[in-house]
């Protein structure tokens, strides 16, 4: 069994994905990292195709693209990362077995999960902004369209870095957003939980009113 049959038949575009730090989400889709993608657009499964871009194939495929290789190169790599064996003689393969992630995958993951959870706070900001603008003059402001005001340039400004900066300007950034991240993290969760629970009940969100 040569590399492309014994890789094909193994791993999964999903597999490959999580391997090299990319984060997919539970229905599959992910970042893509073949465009300046601010939104989950690329479907990954057996195969991976981006809404956006429409970059589309397989495993091979998709580390081809990601590590700008050869195809027989990246099918290689994903079999020596993988732990699959390979050869001309027809040896049995051996069932994929993820390895402990080298120091610079679990970089990568969490250069990943930083800009997931940054995007995911600046669409909230949009959501803030809009929803809670004042519909008169004489309204107070609500807490969170301040918020939405005062950070909404920062958080796009920080994905741009993400996008556009060198890997060293990411890494600086990664380790100075860390502890930020980890708030936004949880913030996010505790509103989207909220969020649930009061649309299930009827009720409005804590701290939705406003003060005349």
């Known amino acids: 069994m040569n590399v492309f049959e014994a890789v094909k038949q193994n791993v999964t575009t999903r ?25 989950p657009s690329m479907k990954l499964d057996r195969r991976f195709h981006c809404f956006g871009c429409q970059a589309d194939g397989d495993a091979v495929d ?21 732990g699959i064996a390979y050869d001309n003689r027809q040896k049995p393969t051996v069932k994929p077995h ?5 120091p610079e995958q679990k970089y990568r993951q969490e250069e990943m999960h930083c800009y997931k959870v940054l995007c995911e706070y600046f669409h909230l900001l949009q959501k803030w902004e809009q929803q809670y603008a004042p519909q ?15 950070r909404k340039t920062y ?13 060293e300007e990411r890494r600086e950034l990664v380790a100075q ?14 509103w989207t939980t909220a969020g649930t629970l009061h649309r299930g009940t009827g009720q409005k ?8």
């Open 177 to 190: 957003q860390g502890k930020e991240v980890m708030k936004l993290e949880q913030r996010i969760a505790e």
């Open 98 to 102: 993820i390895r402990e992630p080298t």
């Open 62 to 82: 998709f580390v081809s693209r990601l590590f700008q290789l050869p195809s027989k190169e990246a099918a290689m790599k994903l079999a020596d990362d993988l």
């Open 155 to 167: 958080t796009e400004y920080l994905l741009d870095s993400f996008l556009d900066g060198s890997p």
């Open 15 to 39: 597999q490959a994905a999580e391997l090299y730090g990319i984060t997919v989400s539970r229905n599959g889709m992910a970042v893509c990292p073949f465009h300046n993608d601010k939104n």
């Open 205 to 212: 969100q804590p701290g939705t009113d406003r003060e005349r």
């Open 136 to 150: 008169t003059p004489e309204d107070d402001l609500h807490p969170l369209f301040v918020e939405a005001l005062q």
